[in-house]
Nanobody, 120 residues
Framework: VQLQAYGGGLVQAGGSLRLSCAASRRTNSNNGMGWFRRAPGKERDFVAAISWNGRYTSYADSVKGRFTISRDNAKNTVYLQMNSLEPEDTATYYC??????????????WGQGTLVTVSS
């Protein structure tokens, strides 16, 4: 399975971006999908996850109320709508698919990452 993430870019604080991640095919796992991010010099952190049917979502405390994860199974695509962006959101964002959850080890396939830069 190949994942292609796109939609990153440079935005001013308070602005919005929408990230997309398209999978080449559906996996044989439960097909949860998630977003993680890695800021310069920091560990990879969980951002958001969504179950295979879209019924359940999870968010990191730092993005709750600002970010929304969604998916379109017909397109094998997951989205991350990011509003009220803050400079602290600057990072490379990675999408992943697998069993799902909050830990990187629960994901089997990863995208290449898309850079989000939020200027103050």
């Amino acid at each position: 399975v190949q994942l292609q993430a796109y939609g990153g870019g440079l935005v001013q604080a308070g602005g919005s971006l929408r990230l997309s991640c398209a999978a080449s095919r559906r996996t044989n796992s439960n097909n949860g999908m998630g977003w993680f991010r890695r800021a310069p010099g920091k560990e990879r952190d969980f951002v958001a996850a969504i179950s295979w049917n879209g019924r359940y979502t999870s968010y990191a405390d730092s993005v709750k109320g600002r970010f929304t994860i969604s998916r379109d199974n017909a397109k094998n695509t997951v989205y991350l709508q990011m509003n009220s962006l803050e400079p602290e959101d600057t990072a490379t964002y990675y999408c992943a698919t697998g069993i799902g959850g909050l830990r990187p080890g629960e994901y089997e396939y990863w995208g290449q990452g898309t850079l989000v830069t939020v200027s103050s």
